[in-house]
């Protein structure tokens, strides 16, 4: 069994940063991949950024290109969302979620099998 600890959320004004983390701790498979997802009230959950290992291979949504920034430090079994230029949209519960590694990094939140149990990002205008 794998759990996903999140931390990190919070409040802050536009244009502001805040940095995520995602601690894994548990049975995890060689290849895997880990992802941040977010789901806003009232919205779906929607992909946000993706990182592959040992492939470290990454993946940003279009909203969040050039803004976001996703890292893991291997020996702490930690994924990190760095979040830049915070806008009022980006303003959700963030989850982190984790899955094998089929050669890709997708999108779809079906595609993993392990999920924290969500943090929330409050970006104020």
């Known amino acids: 069994q794998v759990q996903l600890i999140e931390s990190g959320g919070g409040l802050v004004q536009a244009g502001g940063s805040l940095r995520l983390s995602c601690a894994a701790s548990g049975r995890t498979f060689s290849n895997y991949v880990m992802a941040w997802f977010r789901q806003a009230t009232g919205k779906e959950r929607e992909f946000v950024a993706g990182i592959r290992w040992p492939a470290r291979s990454t993946t940003y949504a279009n909203s969040v290109k050039g803004r976001f920034t996703i890292s893991r430090d291997n020996a702490k079994n930690t994924v990190y969302l760095q979040m830049n230029s915070l806008k009022p949209e980006d303003t959700a519960v963030y989850y982190c979620?984790?899955?094998?590694?089929?050669?890709?990094?997708?999108?779809?939140?079906?595609?993993?099998?392990?999920w924290g149990q969500g943090t929330q990002v409050t970006v104020s205008s």
């Open positions: 979620a984790l899955g094998r590694d089929w050669g890709r990094l997708p999108a779809a939140a079906s595609e993993y099998d392990y």
